[in-house]
């Protein structure tokens, strides 16, 4: 099936420094989500992209859905404590009715 | 506003045991999913539904069956737990299609 490759698994960064994450496929892709994960609770949506070449901010964070529609990425600019939790992409892949979900990233920030 | 409601929170079953997972939204949205999250491998689709009555399966719907009468409700079905079925639950739900998906705050599940 399809799959999608998030990297880096974990990040350990200092506060104030920017961060990147991405996420590729095999397989062409209609839509790329960017989610959140606190303990405890469930995914918590961040961005949404639905055109190849969309690039999307929401305060520090920002998005792009890729050229090729097989990869995404997301910037955290300026990272605080707050920011620490774990993200996901996620995917609808093309002519399916299935979002998919990447392995996630896992930040986290030291004051 | 409830937003997607799951109960129960939390449950621990017996192998054999049967059981349903309920999944409930406010928000008149056609689309809902459930999917399974285990340590360092992601979220991963069990079964979705477009719409009353239309449901299909994901990537892993094996040992699990669902049902969708209503636009509000998508129970789980675990119709025989397995020790490897012990996982935390989501159930999202979202207006069209699989777009800004909406999620429950899960159900973590524990079969001994």
């Known amino acids: 099936g399809q799959q999608l490759n998030q990297s880096p698994q974990s990040m350990f960064i200092q506060e104030g420094e920017d961060v990147s994450m991405n996420c590729t496929s095999s397989s062409i892709f209609n839509t790329w989500l960017w989610y959140k994960q606190e303990p405890g609770e469930g995914p918590v949506l961040l961005i949404a992209l639905y055109k190849a070449g969309e690039l999307t901010s929401n305060g520090r964070l920002t998005a792009q859905f890729g050229i090729t529609r097989k990869d995404s990425f997301l910037n955290i600019s300026a990272s605080i404590p707050s920011d620490v939790g774990i993200y996901f992409c996620?995917?609808?892949?093309?002519?399916?009715?299935?979002?998919?979900f990447g392995q996630g990233t896992t930040l986290q920030v030291k004051p | 506003n409830a937003g997607v409601t799951q109960t129960p929170k939390f449950q621990v079953l017996k192998t054999g045991q049967s059981m349903t997972l309920q999944c409930a939204q406010d928000?008149?949205?056609?689309?809902m999913s459930w999917y399974r999250q285990d340590p360092g491998m992601g979220l991963r689709l069990i079964h979705y539904s477009v719409g009353a009555g239309i449901t299909d399966q994901g990537e892993v719907p094996n040992g699990y069956n669902v049902s969708r009468s209503t636009t509000e409700d998508f129970p789980l079905r675990l119709l025989s737990a397995a020790p490897s079925q012990t996982s935390v639950y989501f159930c999202?739900?979202?207006?069209?299609?699989?777009?800004?998906?909406?999620f429950g705050q899960g159900t973590r599940l524990t079969v001994v």
């Open positions: 999202a739900s979202s207006y069209s299609g699989p777009r800004e998906a909406f």
């Open positions: 996620a995917g609808q892949p093309s002519n399916t009715g299935k979002l998919i």
């Open positions: 928000m008149n949205h056609e689309y």
